[in-house]
């Protein structure tokens, strides 16, 4: 590279996972699980195939964090999401008018938007807003 | 592990923001406590290796510290000594290594030290090493990019407990008031101040649900054991408290593997088996110290390790069953709430509490003991993936 790295080599190494949403499922035990790995982290069986993970789900879990790190505008809300199908994802939650709104149970979907900045570059990367039903 | 290691000595220095020394001024005042306790004396050179618990080294500007880090400050350059990370198990875990190393034979006394030095850096930057920035602690995962620490990751555990069992912002600062009631008859706790339920409930919002007196401090400190063969403790006190137990338990790594957040498995696995190795079971234990970093989270570990079910945690405190002079007292030290979460010197200030107990030399805070039985326990790491739990008696 001539250039110098523009974002972090953990940023670079699952670039395509972090847009295609690729992870990966158990054809033993049926453990979802993203990104990508070898083994399945549930029951170590190494029979896996690629699985998709879809964008919609519904909020297993969430707070709402007023004091998160520096570069972090407060109040931040990380969720963890059950996706359709099965299979987790953990994020933020974006567009949220009132934290009020947001609430376990609740139906989201993914939308790409700016996650951090990283040595003066935007990082892309999927949030969640809530779906209206 | 049962029937084959005690310990013969315990030491610790008051925990708190200690600017004034230095970690080689806090190890060395913990280990010479921890000499001057063994009662009928003991030649420091009789410790044949050590285990030096260190959780952030060189995060938050401790130095990358290594086993020989304690060798040297100790003065003891004789005998192997490792460094031991397992995130806030770290002292539980040291103190398990130690009672490794006598229990498999090879050698007959050693000592167990865990010392860190959190509040030189602004709270941020300390957090910052605690994995509360964008952190790698959370790998290949753009996860990494949500600003996840140590609160969030507790408060996604608290909204849960709240929607699945009805726990309330009230039934998590009833912990808080408790503790830190414990905490003012404890010399060596960073608070020693009351609370009320209301100072709680209307202190700033850290992490919805939790409150910023819902979360333990950031804290300097070092505490320390020694640990000998069974049969050979009596010839250095005339209290030994005996290791039933010592056991490590994991889980999965990362928050969107695990299925439950109501429950920790690695402490559920922690416990399950200490109690087997130890051939007890949890109504036989006196008191307890639980991990509880957050007020959420001792509730939950008090259903973990198996002293009441799922769910029944928040009424058995409100009825005061966990309180010093309760049925079973959790936390006399004053928890990590009040007495400090300095993270590799917490399970080892833990043991110093079960030990103090268990020789009913504490005093003011002294609980009732029946089976003369305490249980330490600890639980941490990325998605709390990793418990340490330790079984003490003062019977073999």
């Known amino acids: 590279m001539t250039q110098p790295a523009p974002a972090s080599p953990v940023f670079w190494r699952f670039n395509p996972e972090v847009f295609r949403l690729i992870g990966i499922k158990c054809q033993d035990c049926g453990h979802i699980s993203y990104p990508r790995t070898k083994i399945c982290h549930e029951c170590g069986s190494q029979k896996l195939e690629e699985y998709q993970l879809p964008k919609r789900g519904t909020i297993h879990t969430f707070c709402v964090n007023w004091a998160p790190p520096p570069t972090f505008e407060p109040p931040i809300m990380p969720v963890i999401v059950d996706l359709e199908g099965g299979g987790r994802y953990q994020g933020l939650m974006t567009e949220f008018g009132a934290p009020e709104d947001v609430k376990i149970g609740a139906k989201v979907e993914m939308v790409l938007r700016k996650l951090t900045t990283d040595r003066g570059l935007n990082v892309y990367g999927y949030k969640f807003r809530l779906v209206e039903e | ?396």
């Open chain 2, 1 to 396: 592990m049962r029937g084959k290691v005690a310990v013969i000595g315990v030491g610790m220095i008051k925990f708190g923001e200690l600017f004034e020394k230095s970690l080689e001024n806090m190890i060395q005042e913990a280990y010479l406590n921890c000499l001057k306790n063994v009662d009928k004396g003991i030649d420091p050179k009789e410790i044949k290796a050590a285990w030096f618990g260190q959780w952030s080294g060189g995060f938050i500007g401790q130095g990358a510290q290594s086993g020989q880090s304690l060798a040297s400050m100790i003065g003891n350059r004789n005998i192997p000594c490792t460094r031991l990370e397992n995130a806030c198990p770290t002292g539980g875990d040291t103190f398990r290594h130690a009672c490794l190393g006598v229990a498999s034979g090879m050698y007959d006394v050693v000592l167990a030290l865990g010392a860190e030095k959190m509040r030189d850096k602004p709270s941020a930057e300390s957090l910052g090493g605690a994995g509360g920035g964008g952190g790698a602690e959370t790998g290949n995962h753009p996860a990494w990019m949500i600003g996840q620490g140590g609160p969030a990751i507790q408060a996604m555990h608290a909204t849960r407990q709240m929607y699945e069992l009805g726990y309330t912002m009230e039934d998590f600062a009833r912990v808080a008031v408790k503790n830190h009631h414990n905490g003012t008859f404890c010399p060596y706790a960073h608070y020693q101040f009351e609370i009320t339920l209301e100072r709680v409930l209307n202190s700033p919002v850290i992490c919805w649900p939790l409150h910023l007196f819902d979360c333990c401090p950031q804290t300097d400190g070092a505490a320390a054991a020694i640990v000998c063969r069974a049969d050979l403790a009596k010839k250095y006190t005339s209290k030994p408290v005996y290791v039933l137990a010592s056991n490590v338990g994991v889980d999965h790594n990362q928050l969107w593997d695990r299925n439950s957040f109501i429950e920790q498995l690695s402490t559920v696995r922690a416990a399950k088996g200490a109690f087997q190795m130890a051939g007890i079971k949890p109504s036989d234990v006196d008191f307890a110290e639980l991990h509880d970093c957050f007020t959420n989270t001792e509730l939950m570990n008090a259903e973990d390790v198996g002293f009441v079910r799922k769910g029944e945690a928040a009424r058995k405190l409100k009825d005061g069953e966990f309180d010093m002079h309760g049925s079973l007292p959790i936390n006399p030290s004053g928890g990590l709430k009040a007495h400090g979460h300095p993270i590799a010197a917490t399970g080892l200030g833990q043991i110093f509490e079960l030990v103090t107990q268990l020789r009913e030399e504490a005093d003011k805070r002294q609980v009732k003991l029946k089976n003369g039985i305490g249980l330490q326990h600890n639980v941490g790491g990325p998605a709390f993936g990793v418990s340490a739990v330790n079984i003490l008696s003062r019977s073999p």
